[in-house]
C-alpha cells in the first residue's frame, strides 16, 4: 500500500534527476562549442595541466569551487521573486542554473579522471550512474505511453480522442478550403 502512494513521488523524483541528467548532456555540447569559439579551449588545457599535477583533494576543491560564484544570482532570483518580479525571478534562477550545470560539466570533463582516483568519489559517481539508469527505466514506459497518446496509436481513451480530434481538425480544413 506505501509502495503505490510512494510511487508517484519516486516518478516525480525520477524525472527532476533525468531533467538534470538531460541539461548536462545538453548543455556540455554547448559548452564545449562556446569554448571552441572563445578561446577558452586554451582556458581548458591550463586548467588540464594544471590539474594534473594536483592531489585528488585538491582537484575536488577545483571542481567545487566554480559553482560557488553563482550562489549569489540565485539569491538574487530568491529576491526578485520575493518582490513579485515573477518574470525576472524566473529568467535568474534558470539562467543560473543553466550556466551552473554548464560549468559544472566543463569542470567535471576537465577534473574527472584525477576525482575518480579517490573511491569514495568513484562509489559515489558510479552510485549517480546507476541511479540515473534506475530513473531511466522508472521514466520510460511513462514517455512511451505519452508518445503513444500524442500520437494516436494505442488503444487508451486518450488515443481515441486524439484520434477523433484530427478527424474533426482534417474535416474542418477539408471544409474550409476554397472552392
Same mark, same amino acid.
Given at each position: 500500500? %506505501?509502495? *503505490?502512494? %510512494?510511487? $508517484? ?13 538531460? %541539461?548536462? @548532456?545538453?548543455?556540455? =555540447?554547448?559548452?564545449?562549442?562556446v569554448v ?11 586548467l588540464? @595541466?594544471? +590539474? @594534473?599535477?594536483?592531489? $585528488? !583533494?585538491?582537484? /575536488?576543491?577545483?571542481?567545487?569551487? $566554480?559553482?560557488? =560564484? /553563482? ?9 526578485? %521573486? !520575493?518582490? &513579485? ?16 550545470v ?5 569542470v567535471?570533463? +576537465?577534473?574527472? =579522471?584525477?576525482? /575518480? &582516483?579517490? $573511491?569514495?568519489? &568513484?562509489? #559515489? ?6 541511479? *540515473?539508469?534506475?530513473a531511466?527505466?522508472? +521514466? ?12 494516436? @496509436?494505442?488503444?487508451?481513451? !486518450?488515443?481515441?480522442?486524439?484520434? +477523433?480530434?484530427? *478527424? ?9 478550403? =476554397? #472552392?
Open positions: 500500500m %506505501l509502495r *503505490r502512494l %510512494l510511487q $508517484p513521488v519516486w516518478v516525480l523524483l525520477a524525472i527532476i534527476f533525468l531533467i538534470e541528467a538531460w %541539461l548536462w @548532456d545538453h548543455l556540455e =555540447p554547448i559548452v564545449a562549442r571552441a569559439w572563445i578561446p577558452l579551449r586554451a582556458l581548458k588545457q591550463w588540464a @595541466d594544471r +590539474v @594534473d599535477s594536483l592531489s $585528488p !583533494a585538491m582537484t /575536488l576543491i577545483v571542481f567545487v569551487v $566554480p559553482v560557488i =560564484p /553563482l550562489f549569489p544570482l540565485k539569491l538574487v532570483g530568491l529576491w526578485l %521573486l !520575493a518582490h &513579485e518580479y515573477w518574470t525576472s525571478a524566473v529568467f535568474m534562477i534558470v539562467f543560473a542554473k543553466l550556466v551552473g554548464g560549468v559544472t560539466a566543463f567535471f570533463d +576537465v577534473t574527472r =579522471p584525477k576525482l /575518480l &582516483e579517490m $573511491p569514495w568519489f &568513484e562509489a #559515489l559517481y558510479n552510485f549517480v550512474m546507476a541511479l *540515473r539508469a534506475k531511466t527505466a522508472l +521514466v520510460e514506459p511513462i514517455k512511451r505511453r505519452i508518445r503513444e497518446m500524442i500520437s494516436g @496509436d494505442g488503444e487508451g481513451w !486518450a488515443a481515441r480522442t486524439l484520434r +477523433v480530434i484530427a *478527424r474533426f481538425r482534417k474535416s474542418v480544413h477539408q471544409t474550409s478550403k =476554397p #472552392l
